[in-house]
């Protein structure tokens, strides 16, 4: 019987995936539904970018549907070294930059680069679904370490140097986080470049959400010249321009790791799309990036301000992290859960079905994300991220009185 990959079974499906298709399908049914579940904008793509793209794109029809090399366009590299100035300070050379097909590739090359069979990478627990099956799929053990919603999520330095071992290779680290919505703090950052310092680590930073900030600020870890030999920074125009279907990133680190992500992408998608480059350049210019940045971070901070009231007022048993950035809140529900007699996945599952109100399991996230759930804030008003919650709330009680009778 022909069988597939060891590999093919091992990988695990992506829950936010599975979601988005439940969702989908709801929808295709004529169904309404509460989307508080996949990190998917409510807001179009900038007018201005938009009609900008579409007039270069006319204009050069052959640029416009022709390959790119593998690295990028020049005028986009040369746009987000202008930009990492602008924005971070930091100067970055046309070498330590590659283009890819969101941050979703630049993650997968990068430990395709830096890791070696059953090297250990360390990660945070919860932490963003790709991390640890991008390292089994490259060949490496992902290493989870717990970061806790009494800590602030903020990475526990003790706790990661109890996780390193002889094998250890790198750390990776989100900030701001998917799915806890923190934000590394400045002392925790400088203590995290010090463990790779001590213990001659490469570090994983994914920055995705790095102008998605509405308390406190990014630490742009290149800013410090003893980063830059190990520091990997990995980016993406999914988020703060809201263009997550043109499939577009890039990454920013040391000339050789940067080599080996473009030799890597050769095999894997060859060039990235090149009208979503167009695209990206324009959105680059610094007078219609701030203008879209201070436009979307007011939407945003609107919407996560109304999810964290209005959770608090149908959910007071609960706890939840107050996202100072991206675009989630992650709570426990573990009060309501165990009276309702429910684990996370089945209160996602029923609720999308029932309710039709899709959010996230916890558990989708890690071990440590058992019994919470994570909400979107920005693929919704505030009207509707409002009646989400109530029918959340409505769904657990008939649960609650069901599981009590
Ligand atoms: C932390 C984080 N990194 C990377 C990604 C992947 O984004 P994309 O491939 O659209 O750039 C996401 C998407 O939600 C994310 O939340």
Redesign the pocket.
Known sequence: MRKLSLLSQIVKQSAIRQMLKEVADLRLKGIDVIQLST?QPSLPIDEQVFEETVAEMRKNRLLASSYTPTKGLRSVLEAIQNDLKVFGNIDVSLDEIVITE???EG?LLTDFAILDRDDEIIIMDPS?V?YAQDAIIAGAKPILVEQKMDEGYQPNINRILEHITPKTKAILV?TPD?PTGRVINKETAKALLDIAEDHDLWFIV?E?YKHLIYEGEHYWFWRESRARERTICVN?F?KDPAM?GFRL?YVYGPKEVIAAIEKFKQYSTLSSNTPAQIAATIYLRPEVKKRILEYTLRIYRSRRDKIYESFKEYLPEANAHYPEGAMYMFANLNEYLRKANMNDQQLMLGLVREKHVAIVAGSSFGETGKNHMRFTFVGENEERIEKGMKLLREFIDEKTVNASK
């Open positions: 990190g969101g941050a979703t993650l963003y790709s989100a998917n994914d995705a993406t999914s997550t990133g």
